[in-house]
């Protein structure tokens, strides 16, 4: 209810006054016969507007006034007095009366009049209380800005310093705002001249290729880098970015430029370029074979090791089926489907970290290969294939098959083997025998190594664990493992043990072949560092929209050169998409810095609603509106903000078909509830999706639109139920919200494209 304090010498009138402005029920009115009393209810209270007579004894309605504006009271002031003079009108208006109203005539058109001029008063009021809040948040927006900002006006003086350019320059704020003839570039080429601010104003294209590089000229818009050297100090690479500034009336009213130092940035890559370059080259000159398979066992990497050793090329293998290439699809000699074993890889990597089968190359040799697996996920943590790394143990296995058939005619093949063999007694897990290799790997003598237990070679902590796994392939005759051994040198050397169970004499042995797989754990680590490296540079690249500038302006020159066709097709796509990625960041620029332009005003929420629906493909969804004529009073973006939440249940709510928009009044206000009926929101990302950047895309859509709403105090949170939909609740607050006075009985909106949709559970249509 909207509270009044009446001020009139005349108590009659009073009452009438009084009687008449709270018939309707919107006001509660205060009245008193004299000024001084009037200012002592204020100072004991606030009321939302002040109607006051002029000629009163002691303090006429002038004085009064005079008084609380000097109180510093904003309230809305009408002066309601039977003196019409022109003097009184004016010196009402100079002290800052909002209306004046003469009184006589009938008193029913009388105050309707005095009623009209309140909710006048009233509208502007807020109008102009929400205009100087946007001012003062757009002001702490730039001056919070993370990139160095500050703005000129069009005759070159500074209008604003934030405190990011403020700690990149030395410079404050009261030292540059107000100042022209190009100070804002002495801080960074210590001389007064045009920067790109000034050409974005007037440019000069001719000026700006001679001081900036890989620009980007949208007219209104230009983005740019450049070089400052400094006599004494480091080069330092500056990034750029000036926009022209407009007023509501799309006058040109200045500039702005934001401006950032990527010198480290410029270094990162470059040190990401040749550490790519180093690793690459590491992975494919390894003597190891390493292949990439995606989720459905094509290979997608294959080094030039494995391309020599298969007898294949990147063109003859890449993209191909593992299995049917270097896999056969079913074992030599036996009934094992190796495609099974494949696809258990693919779904299941955990259980195959090691394994051994039978390959084929191209010309169909037959060779025995130890894969070491690994799973790939993204950086979201969703599985994307396998990595696996394989070693030749073709002569390995044959070694084995004849040491099962004949031990000693397998002692000449043993010391020639090139990997370490030892056997151990089966039940007292002593050493009886090794080839050369072994004892070289041990540093041990074959009578100092029969005279140890098998877990002399490793490292203490891992005693227990080994014995189990010697034990269980005494038990079940084979067996194959990832152990550490301590080396001659002392060292912890990696390697796959092979062991199989034989008889020898009558009495029961296992045989172990100890392959060092040291390169291959580096060449594993390099590839998980480099991984890491390009999944950094992948972060920069995706988020700075600079690399995306340098692209598309490569591809500009191509186009210059008037290629011919495919090839220009082929660019002018290119450019398209480069266009469309950059644009999402610029329109997101666009939106945000019109926040708080314009004044807010009042606007219906159904049909804002259905313009902003109306943009998107949702010819396939169920639209409802239950707002009927709720009114909000809100920034001129708000359509913006339904879109984008809109938007967002089409795109991330998976399959959407109702989309609802309905409104209830509640204790501090009304609550304006978007609902959808898809897979709704995470309880962990209910406060975080409206944070910038958050999400898949840009990870602006939901940040602007609490941006949009916050502007008149309004607020915004998901409380939907998760996989039963989304479910938006927008609280507005008493005096944002209001309802038409043309009622409507059905103002539902519903829209069904094949048959009916089904309703959002919990709601009826």
């Not at 069009?154 to 403020?166: C, D, F, P, R, V």
Request: proline share 3%; glycine share 8%; hydrophobic share 40%.
């Amino acid at each position: 209810m909207i509270s009044l304090l009446y001020v009139d010498d005349e108590p009659e009138l009073l009452n009438l006054g009084k009687l008449f402005l709270e018939r309707e029920g919107e006001f509660s009115v205060t009245t008193t016969a004299s000024s001084p009393e009037g200012l002592e209810l204020m100072a004991g209270g606030t009321f939302d507007a002040i109607i006051s007579d002029y000629q009163m004894p002691v303090m006429d309605g002038i004085e009064f006034l005079k008084q609380v504006r000097g109180m510093g009271r904003s309230t809305p002031f009408i002066l309601f007095t039977g003196k019409g003079r022109e003097e009184v009108v004016i010196e009402a208006i100079n002290n800052g009366a909002d209306f004046y109203l003469q009184k006589g005539g009938d008193a029913r058109p009388q105050f309707a009049e005095l009623r009209h001029k309140i909710l006048a008063a009233l509208e502007r009021r807020r109008a102009v209380d929400a205009l100087r809040d946007s001012e003062q948040r757009l002001s702490d927006i730039i001056n919070f800005l993370p990139d160095a900002t500050f703005a000129i006006d069009t005759a070159g003086k500074i209008i604003a310093w934030n405190k990011a350019i403020e700690m990149m320059t030395g410079m404050p704020a009261t030292d540059m705002v107000g100042r022209g003839q190009y100070e804002y570039a002495i801080p960074f080429y210590t001389t007064r001249r045009p920067i790109l601010i000034d050409l974005v104003l007037s440019p000069d294209e001719q000026y700006t290729k001679e001081n900036y590089h890989d620009l980007l000229n949208a007219g209104t818009t230009i983005t740019a880098e450049t070089v400052i050297e400094k006599p004494g100090s480091d080069t330092v690479h500056i990034w750029a970015k000036a926009s022209r500034l407009y007023d509501k009336n799309g006058n040109i009213t200045g500039a702005i430029e934001s401006v950032r130092d990527v010198t480290g940035q410029k270094k990162v890559d470059q040190t990401l370029r040749e550490s790519e370059a180093k690793y690459r080259e590491l992975v494919e000159n390894a003597n190891s074979i390493i292949l990439k398979l995606d989720k459905s066992g094509n290979i997608t990497f294959f080094n030039e090791f494995a391309q020599r050793f298969f007898g294949f090329t990147a063109t003859e293998i890449l993209g191909k089926p593992v299995v049917g290439t270097v896999v056969p699809a079913q074992e030599s000699g036996s009934d094992r489907d190796l495609s099974h074993m494949i696809e258990n890889i693919i779904r299941h990597p955990e259980d195959y970290v090691n394994n051994e089968n039978e390959n084929v190359t191209k010309n169909g040799d037959r060779v025995w290969i130890h894969w070491w697996n690994k799973p790939i996920y993204d950086r979201d943590g969703v599985f994307e294939g396998v990595l696996c790394v394989g070693t030749d143990i073709t002569a390995r296995k044959r070694i084995e098959d004849e040491l099962r058939m004949e031990n000693e005619k397998n002692r000449g093949l043993m010391n020639h083997a090139i990997d370490a063999i030892v056997v151990l007694d089966a039940e007292t897990s002593m050493f009886t025998d090794a080839n050369h290799r072994a004892l070289e790997l041990f540093g041990k003598t074959l009578a100092e190594l029969r005279a140890m237990n098998f877990t002399g070679i490793f490292p203490a902590e891992f005693h227990e664990k080994y014995q189990g796994y010697f034990t269980d392939t005494a038990r079940k005759g084979t067996g194959s493992h990832s152990l550490l051994v301590t080396g001659s040198d002392g060292r912890l050397i990696p390697v796959i043990v092979s062991s199989t169970a034989i008889d020898l004499g009558g009495r029961r042995h296992v045989m172990g072949i100890f392959h060092d797989i040291s390169e291959i754990q580096m060449a594993q680590d390099a590839l998980q560092l480099a991984n890491k490296k390009l999944n950094l540079l992948s972060e920069i690249t995706r988020h700075d929209i600079r690399n995306k500038l340098t692209v598309l302006g490569g591809y500009i020159e191509l186009v210059r050169d008037h290629p011919q066709e495919p090839e220009y097709t082929m660019y002018v796509r290119k450019i398209q998409e480069i266009v469309g990625t950059i644009g999402e960041n610029i329109e997101f620029t666009k939106l945000y810095q019109n926040l708080g332009v314009a004044a807010p005003g009042w606007q219906n929420v159904h049909d804002v609603f259905f313009h902003a629906c109306a943009r998107l493909d949702i010819r396939k969804i169920f639209v409802q509106s239950d707002t009927g004529d709720l009114e909000v009073f809100a920034d001129p973006l708000l359509e913006r903000a339904f879109y984008n939440l809109a938007e967002n249940a089409i795109q991330h709510g998976g399959n959407v078909t109702t989309l609802r928009i309905s409104a209830q009044k509640s204790r501090d206000g009304v609550t304006v509830m978007i609902e959808d009926n898809g897979m709704g929101v995470p309880p962990s990302d209910k406060i975080s999706i409206f944070s910038k950047g958050f999400g898949k895309n840009t990870g602006l859509g939901l940040f602007l639109v609490r941006e949009i709403l916050s502007i008149t105090g309004i607020s915004i949170t998901e409380i939907g139920e998760y996989h039963k939909g989304a479910r938006f609740e927008i609280r507005v607050p008493h005096g944002k919200y209001r309802y038409s006075a043309n009622k409507m009985a059905d103002r539902c909106h519903i829209q069904i494209t094949g048959s009916d949709a089904p309703e959002i559970p919990g709601n009826s249509r």
